[in-house]
């Protein structure tokens, strides 16, 4: 089909979503690239892939050959293209979306790929211990052996000066039981001048990884991207899958799969709510959201078999069904779940040191959040009224009116208001959907194709849209799994809503986010 919006050629991939894909050239790479951000459209997803010659007889063809890939979401569904790569890399994304900065840097470590005249070339996720001739993503690439007495490399941060200017380093390693990550301020006093972040410390090689194991059994890799999102990467990936094979996955699995993923939404929510209560130093509101998180969680394994319902979304459908006495346990947990958040969002919202603390902190404008790509719940904070569910609904969202919720003052204030409002929103799905689960089987059986295929995934998970993009040989291995956690997106902006604050909010900044580090550094 010819896409409207952007002049090119592209075939629409058989997902329950308007995906469409193409191959480019240099000048059309550039000219969708300028079209989708005249039209308002958002990046995505950017990512390196590299395509093996097919083998004849026991001999491989020509060398592979390199392709930079790019996801972007337009008002009529999602565009992936795609740019042979040679050795003058591929033009730069950056300056239309400042977002594309550090996945090009991440390209560059993971594929060998590298943008054309970008202005940051500095390493982002190898840390100086991978191999300086192949990218652990090119055939006989790897990273450097643990017993070569490689030590990580010297990060080059940016360096603020001035009178008074001093710099605080923070991490890799925590006080906390969190995962690693460095944080160096520049401060005056305690008023934060700029952050500038470096990730990439829990690395795991799942990208790799996922061209190792049967494409029917990936599913439980993707569920472990990110713990917190364990439903939506299964959701993604299996939609990948189910759109490159071309399966029909029956209607009560597609409500099954929804349920558990408002039920993931809220455990999220009610977790991020108790945290940043005392971070403000309400330690009420963290003793009763554990308690009721904990509660969420606990029905959530007897009815799914684990607490993170891990393993329960599969290729096909769901390993699960629900009983009708389990679905009448689910609506009566949201009634008691939902009174008693009612109950303290009034405290949240009428304790003047909680409301002190939160608003006017860590505040993104619109105009910012437009121009950075902040997207998902911190988005929708700030203005970005953009939710999957709403845009693109895929059944059974198409069914259900989902109601977006909004804020436009972009501080902790409205992170944790647009948290409130889904958790309600949330309650009323998960009602909706046990009362409407229709009939008939949870699971079919997915037959590969007899040629290479590729699909797409595309969720809008707890923190924001998981996109997972697939690619199978014709003996239906995985050659190329790209997972993306919106955290990319969000990362960077967490760096500009912490200028001028002091540095004691950090924390409450940080937990208004709460992004993904694993999620990032696949």
């Known amino acids: 089909m010819v896409s409207a919006d952007l002049g090119l050629d592209l075939r629409r991939l058989p997902a329950p979503l308007p995906i469409r894909h193409g191959r480019v050239d240099q000048d059309a790479w550039r000219a969708a690239a300028r079209s989708v951000a005249a039209q308002d459209g958002r990046l995505v997803s950017m990512w390196g892939a590299e395509r093996l010659p097919p083998t004849v007889g026991n001999k491989a063809g020509n060398e592979a050959a390199n392709v930079a890939c790019a996801a972007f979401a337009l008002p009529d569904g999602l565009v992936w293209l795609e740019l042979p790569a040679d050795d003058t890399g591929f033009p730069d994304l950056a300056p239309l979306f400042p977002c594309a900065a550090r996945m090009q840097r ?31 993503l090119q055939s006989g690439g790897g990273a450097v052996p643990a017993n070569s007495g490689a030590l990580p490399a010297d990060y080059r941060f940016v ?34 001048l700029r952050l500038e972040e470096h990730l990439g410390y829990v690395h795991k090689g799942i990208e790799r990884r996922f061209t190792e194991l049967a494409a029917l059994q990936a599913h439980r890799l993707a569920g472990r991207v990110s713990g917190d999102s364990t439903v ?25 799969r ?26 009420f509101g963290l003793a009763q959201f554990s308690r009721l998180r904990e509660d969420w969680q606990r029905l959530s394994s007897e009815a799914f078999g684990h607490r993170l319902m891990m393993d329960v979304v599969v290729p096909g459908g769901v390993a699960l069904d629900l009983s009708l006495p389990m679905r009448d346990r689910l609506r009566q947990q949201c009634d ?36 950075l790509g902040l997207t998902g719940l911190a988005g929708r ?37 647009v948290r409130f409002d889904e958790v309600f929103e949330s309650l009323r799905l998960i009602r909706a959907l046990c009362a409407g689960l229709p009939p008939g089987d949870i699971r ?74 694993a999620g990032h550094d696949l």
């Open 106 to 136: 991440a390209m560059a470590d993971l594929s060998g790929l590298r943008a054309q005249g970008s202005g940051d070339q500095r390493p982002w996720l190898d840390h100086g211990l991978w191999s300086a001739t192949r990218a652990p």
């Open 258 to 283: 929804a349920l558990m993923l408002e039920r993931e939404r809220i455990a999220n929510h009610l977790g991020d709510l108790g945290a940043l209560g005392n971070d403000a130093a309400l330690s």
């Open 232 to 256: 939506a990467y299964a959701w993604a990936y299996c939609m990948a899958l189910e759109s490159a094979w071309q399966g029909d996955v029956p209607p009560r699995a597609l409500w099954l």
């Open 336 to 371: 008691a779940i939902e009174r008693e958040v009612r109950a303290l969002r009034t405290v949240y919202d009428e304790h003047a040191g909680l409301q002190d603390r939160f608003l006017g902190t860590g505040r993104v404008t619109p105009e910012l959040a437009a121009r």
């Open 444 to 517: 079919v059986d997915l037959q590969a194709p007899a040629e290479p295929s590729i699909g797409a995934g595309w969720v809008e998970a707890w923190r924001g849209e998981v996109f997972v993009a697939l690619e199978t040989a014709a003996d239906s291995r995985i050659t190329r799994c790209h997972c993306h956690d919106p955290s990319w997106q969000n990362w960077p902006v967490l760096e500009h809503a912490v200028i001028g604050n002091i540095v004691p909010d950090f924390p409450l900044i940080n937990k208004s986010f709460n992004l993904s580090y």
């Open 159 to 192: 360096r603020v000066e001035g009178d008074g200017v001093h710099e605080i380093a923070v991490g890799p390693v925590h006080a906390g039981i969190i995962e690693p990550g460095h944080f160096r301020f520049s401060v005056v006093g305690e008023k934060v």
């Open 381 to 417: 904070a700030s203005g970005q009224a953009f939710d999957l569910r709403c845009d693109q609904p895929w059944a059974p969202f198409d069914r259900l009116e989902v109601a977006m919720a909004t804020q436009r003052n972009g501080d902790v204030a409205a992170r944790v208001s």
